[in-house]
């Protein structure tokens, strides 16, 4: 009867834990206020905002970059480009960053590095820059959506 009790115990402490981890690094967003201008301010260090805010300004040269190679129709070139800014770019994005970032921000997030990677493999394998293109165009839709919805406030000192 103990034991019972004891195991109950532990399976509701783990319960408990599990959900307290995922509220934490899943869903996030415990430090997301409203913005002045109406859309969700997500507050981070001073560190993690200048990281996030350089990984935004390599998104827009990724963008400039594959484009461009479409346009000179090279595929190598943007099967290279597309993939250096694909999912293999998050692998250096610090976990306590991640777990501060509200989830429908993440699926965005995680969303365009994953059609990066859908043009890397069209370029490899179909190579056409008409599909590749069509991919770009959705892509960006991705920027203008997580940017009419989240800002990202300068720490106040
Ligand atoms: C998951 C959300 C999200 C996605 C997707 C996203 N951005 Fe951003 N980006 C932001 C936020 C938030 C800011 C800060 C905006 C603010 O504070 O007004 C930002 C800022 C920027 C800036 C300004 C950087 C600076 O130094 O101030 C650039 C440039 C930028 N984004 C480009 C892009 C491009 C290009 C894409 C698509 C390939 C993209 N972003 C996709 C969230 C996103």
């Given amino acids: 009867m103990k034991n019972v009790k004891i195991l109950w115990f532990i399976i509701i402490l783990l319960l408990a834990l599990s959900g307290f981890l995922v509220k ?7 430090n997301v206020v409203a913005s002045s201008d109406g859309r ?23 963008v400039q970059g594959v484009s461009q ?3 000179e129709n090279d595929m190598v070139k943007v099967a290279d480009l597309a993939h250096k800014a694909g999912m293999a770019a998050e692998a250096n994005t610090p ?4 777990a501060k970032i509200p989830l429908a921000m993440k699926k965005l ?10 043009i890397a ?10 599909v590749a293109r069509k991919q ?4 960006m839709q991705n920027c203008i959506a997580c940017h009419a919805i989240y800002r990202l406030p300068e720490p106040q000192k």
């Fill in 24 to 30: 934490k690094f899943i869903i996030g967003g415990s």
């Fill in 40 to 62: 969700s301010a997500v507050i981070m260090t001073k560190d993690e905002r200048d990281f996030v805010l350089k990984e935004m300004r390599a998104f827009l040269s990724s």
């Fill in 69 to 71: 190679a479409i346009t």
């Fill in 95 to 98: 976990t306590e960053l991640l």
């Fill in 109 to 118: 997030g995680f969303g365009t590095r994953g059609k990066f990677d859908e």
């Fill in 121 to 130: 493999e069209t370029a490899k394998t179909s190579k056409d820059p008409i």
């Fill in 136 to 139: 770009l165009d959705t892509l």
